[in-house]
């Protein structure tokens, strides 16, 4: 049994062309059906600002399976501390032997889910995408950037947070890589000119509305992954020409979805999810002008995909 610590797995894994096909591959195994995927274990630690997730999950063909336990403590930066922690454990497929501990820290879970949000935009966004609006400045909202320059030629960021300081911050850090930033006051300044918005927030009330999408946006949301979080207004998804999902179970329970978790009858609009839309090579984007958005939980398959690949270049 290997026991690999995150100084060790960040060497060996980053946010690359070939992560984004292994992750992207998971997604596609989802959608053809190939994978078993429980649903998620979540226990929230309210007393400290905390979340504890367990998320697993079997893809036919692959020779492992990881199990990922990820907390979210977020009060820990006044602490010195990082806000999310985690490891993952991998087991052999055939025999369920324990192959390998990952005490990754939280990295891998950091890098799939950059990586789906490049995979959102890749499918989902205009082809000539150059211009990000990111609401939140922590390191998703960075990685965020650096994963979409794997599909798009990005090369001007637009940047809004509650706290002007670490907006400030997640400008500099952004420009140091080449980009051109702006930070703004307000979401709707913010996304005024966006061709991708992307939200990386804990926000646990909607942040971005119907009236801050411009002409053939593509939006991500990658923020709401438990019951108390939202970062979406309903109207942006009853706006949106298409609406997808990494998994319609997880959206209606933990994502963007439970805005309509009381309303009787059918959605008003006709959900999709991600890995079919990989796998099926749909194309919801019909025009310039179509507004895409995308709502990402976080699945089992990812922390497969990743662990698997992890081990695939340490081995």
């Known amino acids: 049994m290997q026991l690999l610590d995150r100084a060790t797995i960040g060497a060996a894994v980053t946010l690359d062309q070939e992560a984004l096909a292994a992750v992207e591959a998971g997604f596609a195994a989802l959608g053809r059906g190939e994978a078993v995927q429980p649903p998620i274990l979540s226990m929230a630690i309210e ?7 367990v998320k697993t999950a079997h893809i036919r063909g692959y020779a492992r399976f990881a199990i990922k336990v990820s907390s979210g403590f977020f009060d820990n930066p006044t602490r010195g501390l990082a806000s999310l922690n985690g490891l993952m454990m991998a087991f052999s497929a055939r025999t369920g032997l324990v192959e390998a501990v990952l005490f990754d820290e939280g990295y891998l879970t950091m890098v799939r889910t950059a990586l789906a949000g490049a995979i959102a935009a890749r499918h989902l966004s205009r082809v000539d995408s150059r211009r990000v609006a990111v609401l939140g400045a922590g390191e998703q909202a960075e990685r965020q950037v650096e994963a979409l320059r794997l599909v798009r030629e990005i090369d001007t960021v637009d940047v809004w947070a509650r706290r002007a300081g670490k907006a400030n911050d997640c400008a500099e850090r952004l420009r140091a890589r080449g980009l051109s930033v702006r930070v703004h006051e307000s979401v709707r300044a913010c996304c005024a000119a966006a061709d991708i918005i992307v939200t990386t927030t804990s926000s646990h009330e909607p942040l971005l509305t119907a009236a801050d999408l411009p002409e053939g946006v593509h939006v991500t949301a990658m923020g709401s992954d438990s019951p108390e979080k939202r970062e979406l207004a309903a109207s942006v998804m009853t706006r ?14 933990h994502g963007e979805l439970k805005a309509f978790a009381k309303a009787d009858g059918a959605l008003p609009f006709k959900v999709f999810e991600l890995g079919r839309v990989v796998a099926e090579g749909q194309r919801l984007r019909l025009s310039d002008a179509t507004i895409t958005v995308c709502d990402l939980t976080g699945t089992g398959v990812q922390d497969t995909a990743i662990a698997d690949f992890a081990l695939g270049r340490l081995s």
């Open 47 to 53: 007393e400290a600002n905390g979340e504890v997730d």
């Open 240 to 253: 949106a020409d298409a609406f997808v999902c990494d998994s319609r179970a997880q959206s209606e329970r």
